[in-house]
């Protein structure tokens, strides 16, 4: 492993992998497999997702949020641990910590009409949910998750080979996977002092799912903690998606591929009246697959660091974790 000590996300051309050549593909994988061991994201271009089309998605989330919180809680579901339509401010807190982060968001998960009836998952899916007040955000919104999925299942081709696995190992365990779309609202603080003083945008955290593809958000505050203990800031350029390492990922690979800690940090004092929106995408992949360590990524200097568990299982641990499920 590289000892390099990364100060910037390394940039990498997704187009390199999915139309290069032989010699270029391989770049690439050594080029994203360097950056996983160090740093844990990278920032990629040609993904897919055009500046268009993310503006508009931008555009709905903000007319949505600026609803009063009267209507936009018709649109909770906690019954289903809010996996699905709008959660709150403050309902979500970091594992480990009980004070909620200073954020309120909205969840999109599969398009149910495009998971064929054959399919066992599709009964355990609940359906989305879709504010009636915002209407071209149903469109739009499905547009954007089948794009970022799709750079998605590209970038855990170019993992699985890296990891020396068949390059479509991880195909058959997303097809039709419960990823999310995550539209958050860090909202504004018009008075600093009536927030729990430990209050933050989002505490320290490493993502629950495989990867996460991150548009650029409206305003600065993402850190990612270094290898050595230092917070770096993260900002992507318009062009780019960031995609990061999450925990599911971690445990299948026996933290051979490190699950990146990172927060969004509150802005100055004098700024803490003002928004930042900010749209993750949490590529999930079937609950049923198995995350037991690859045996390929255990051995005496890495011994099994997990017990076996199903995505499923794992997930509802964290949600429970998270304070969403009870």
């Not at 807190?93 to 399919?119: C, M």
């Not at 802005?267 to 749209?279: A, E, G, V």
Request: glycine residues 6%; negative net charge.
């Amino acid at each position: 492993m590289s000892d390099i000590l990364y100060n910037e996300i390394p940039s990498l051309d997704l187009a390199d992998f999915t139309t290069g050549d032989a010699n270029t593909k391989a770049a690439f994988v050594k080029k994203l497999g360097d950056a996983y061991q160090n740093i844990g994201f990278v920032a990629i271009k040609n993904h897919g997702l055009t500046q268009e089309l993310q503006d508009k998605l931008y555009q709905s989330i903000k007319n949505f949020f600026i609803l009063d919180d009267s209507v936009k809680n018709q649109y909770e579901r906690p019954e289903i641990g809010y996996q699905r339509g709008y959660t709150g401010k403050g309902k979500e807190h970091a594992k480990g910590r009980n004070t909620g982060d200073l954020k309120e968001f909205y969840h999109v998960g599969q398009d149910l009409s495009h998971i064929p009836d054959s399919d066992p998952l599709k009964k355990d899916y609940p359906p989305n949910v879709w504010p009636t007040e915002i209407p071209d955000f149903k469109d739009v919104a499905l547009e954007v998750f089948s794009t970022i999925e799709n750079a998605g299942k590209a970038m855990l081709r170019a993992i699985a080979l890296h990891l020396e696995l068949s390059e479509d190992y991880f195909e058959s365990k997303v097809l039709h996977g419960n990823s999310i779309l995550r539209p958050i609202h860090y909202f504004p603080i018009q008075n600093p002092e009536e927030v729990p003083a430990d209050a933050v945008r989002a505490a320290e955290h490493g993502d629950i799912n495989l990867i996460t593809l991150l548009m650029g958000a409206s305003a600065d505050g993402l850190q990612v903690l270094r290898k050595d203990g230092k917070w770096i800031p993260i900002t992507a350029l318009p062009e780019q998606l960031v995609v990061n390492v999450g925990d599911m990922l971690e445990r299948l690979t026996n933290k051979k591929l490190k699950s990146t800690i990172h927060r969004v940090v509150n802005p100055p004092r004098d700024k803490m009246n003002s928004s930042r929106y900010s749209i993750p995408f949490f590529m999930h992949p079937r609950s049923d697959m198995d995350l037991t360590c690859l045996d390929s990524c255990v051995d005496e200097e890495n011994p099994k660091a997990f017990a076996d568990a199903t995505a499923g299982e794992f997930l509802e641990e964290r949600l429970r974790e998270l304070g969403l499920r009870k």
